[in-house]
């Protein structure tokens, strides 16, 4: 039997020497994204990492393999699959089993990243509960709640419910950071006007709530909320206002299920005038900014000697 995993070995190698690496998705080259825009977006993304000093580790599903730290050629190919998977938690072993290739999710992302010793991942922005449908809730959330990692979005999806997506969050445990912020991000929009439980100003202070979550045993997530930077913006009255007549033009047309989100982006990105599309590429390079910079401080307070009369995790 073929091995599940293959790490990069710039990786591996990495990860041994206690240095930072940042886990990237790659459903949103496979779904995310039109061509060309996919592939050039991805590399953006790897490249703002290395400007960070850490080491970006893209996970997709080539062929039945799971590849943690895709080479460029390995990047290029998974960008012109004619007819990829999105990969979630469910979809891995069939995935796997029938030797097919595909984009991993925020739910499979984060398994995988932490599976493979990666404790820093950077999102556009999570799933949710849909609008209108608080039966369709995305595995991104449970998932969230038993993976310890930590996960840096600009919030939700805004084509979600908010409201209670932030709800769900609560009740499964998982901690919602916002950074430099004291309200849910809205993705494209800066604000949802919905209050954080908490704040973190420095990539140092996420550092230390990670760290506090693993002293303590959970096994949540810490979800890392950044808002996207203002110039990028988009005014959060008008983005929900056109979110609202494309769910509405879904309900319409029939349209649900896997369909529903494609269908409600694309839909934004007209309304907008591709607005939402560059705002979105705003976001996604800010959170792999800012997750390179977490994965260093962690980094740097692990190798940090304890200071006298401090207790160590053994000594528990």
């Not at 990786?11 to 949103?28: M, T, W």
């Not at 769900?168 to 439980?197: I, K, M, Q």
Request: glycine share 8%; with cysteine.
């Amino acid at each position: 039997m073929k091995p599940l995993f293959t790490l990069a070995p710039p990786i591996l190698q990495a990860l041994r020497d206690g240095a930072p690496v940042v886990a990237l998705e790659s459903a949103l080259i496979t779904h995310g994204l039109p061509t060309p825009l996919n592939l050039e977006v991805a590399r953006k993304m790897e490249e703002v990492v290395r400007e960070e000093g850490a080491l970006p580790a893209t996970i997709g599903v080539l062929e039945g393999t799971i590849h943690v730290g895709l080479t460029p050629p390995e990047l290029e190919r998974l960008a012109h699959e004619t007819a990829p998977l999105k990969v979630s938690l469910r979809d891995l072993p069939a995935a796997l089993a029938h030797g097919r290739s595909g984009g991993t999710t925020v739910a499979a992302t984060s398994f995988l990243a932490h599976q493979a010793g990666i404790s820093v991942f950077a999102t556009g922005g999570i799933g949710g509960i849909h609008r209108g449908h608080p039966e369709d809730v995305s595995a991104d959330l449970p998932a969230l709640s038993t993976t310890p990692i930590t996960v840096v979005c600009a919030g939700a999806k805004a084509i979600l419910d908010l409201e209670r997506t932030l709800e769900r969050l609560e009740t499964l445990g998982v901690e919602v950071v916002g950074y430099g912020t004291d309200t849910f991000p809205a993705f494209t929009s800066p604000s949802s006007g919905l209050p954080v439980p908490a704040r973190a100003d420095t990539p140092d202070e996420v550092a230390a709530i990670a760290q506090a979550r693993d002293a303590l045993g959970l096994s949540a997530a810490v979800l890392v909320c950044a808002p996207i930077p203002a110039e990028a913006a988009l005014d959060w009255d008008e983005a929900n206002a056109e979110i609202e007549a494309a769910v509405a033009a879904a309900e319409a047309q029939g349209i649900g299920g896997k369909e529903l989100t494609p269908f409600l982006l694309a839909r934004l990105s007209t309304q907008t005038g591709g607005r939402s599309l560059a705002a979105n590429q705003a976001l996604l390079l800010n959170n792999s900014r800012i997750a390179a910079r977490i994965a260093s401080a962690l980094c740097t307070t692990a190798q940090r000697p304890a200071a006298q009369g401090e207790p160590n995790a053994q000594d528990h």
